[in-house]
């Protein structure tokens, strides 16, 4: 993933997810930090966006420090920080801007989550073993990574298609046009986004396009990545259900543990 694909696109992330469940998802990942990492208190986030999943952590009474690649996300993230820093009882949240591939925060915890497909962002075998090492190196020993990916065998059973999607507030009204390409070959699928940014008080219609590459993952070579890296794969599951990934779950949730 580079700062690029995120260059315009992020002013109107917020917007375009404001229907996500991201007080269910983290949620989610309590349950199975209380599962597998019962004793986490601090969590290191990978591609923490804008900070939505990581304000929720803090007020739950996780230590969070999030990592985020755009710049434009970032001061979102740490606006979000400030306000929940300031509200919160037992947790704390703060961000960096880093690369997931290459960060160093100069501490080690129980738990690193990467959510919303950041490891899929990773499209190059050296890009997702980087990302690997980068959370092997920051967990303790029985520690565990929490991230979810473009599943395979749904992908190419379901296919990528075009998509449409309209969000709009009191200013604007955001119109989004998601047309894939599948690349078998690479395991990839390349995403051109094109958003047109309707102000409503002039009229005036601003368009951005965007390329997102998304690498599609199979279960194998993710346990073979973690291996590589001092983690085993000790869970599968669709996520956010638990049911077991299938052609027909298209994201799924992994969880390492490192040795």
Request: hydrophobic residues 40%; aromatic residues 10%; negative net charge.
């Amino acid at each position: 993933m580079t700062i690029r694909q995120f260059a315009a696109y992020s002013e109107y992330y917020d917007l375009l997810y404001q229907d996500k469940d991201y007080c269910g998802e983290t949620a989610y990942l309590q349950k199975l930090l209380n599962r597998y990492a019962p004793h986490s208190r601090s969590i290191l986030e990978l591609g923490c966006g804008t900070g939505k999943h990581a304000s929720l952590l803090a007020e739950a009474g996780f230590d969070v420090t999030g990592v985020e690649i755009s710049e434009t996300m970032l001061q979102q993230s740490l606006e979000r920080a400030a306000d929940v820093n300031g509200r919160a009882i037992k947790g704390r949240f703060s961000a960096v801007q880093g690369d997931a591939r290459s960060v160093r925060v100069g501490k080690t915890c129980n738990a690193v989550a990467s959510l919303f497909h950041v490891v899929s962002y990773q499209t190059t075998n050296h890009d997702v073993q980087q990302m690997f090492d980068t959370a092997s190196l920051h967990l303790n020993s029985g520690g565990v990574f929490v991230f979810d990916v473009w599943y395979g065998p749904a992908v190419l059973s379901m296919r990528p298609a075009v998509r449409v999607k309209r969000m709009e507030n009191a200013a604007i009204g955001v119109v989004r046009i998601a047309e894939p390409e599948l690349n078998m070959n690479d395991n990839r699928v390349d995403v051109t986004y094109t958003v047109l940014v309707t102000d409503k008080a002039t009229g005036r219609v601003e368009q951005l396009t965007e390329q997102h590459h998304m690498r599609y993952y199979f279960a194998p070579e993710l346990a073979l990545l973690a291996q590589s890296v001092g983690m085993e794969i000790i869970r599968s599951e669709e996520w956010m259900t638990g049911n077991a990934p299938s052609e027909s779950t298209w994201g799924v949730t992994f969880v390492a543990r490192k040795f």
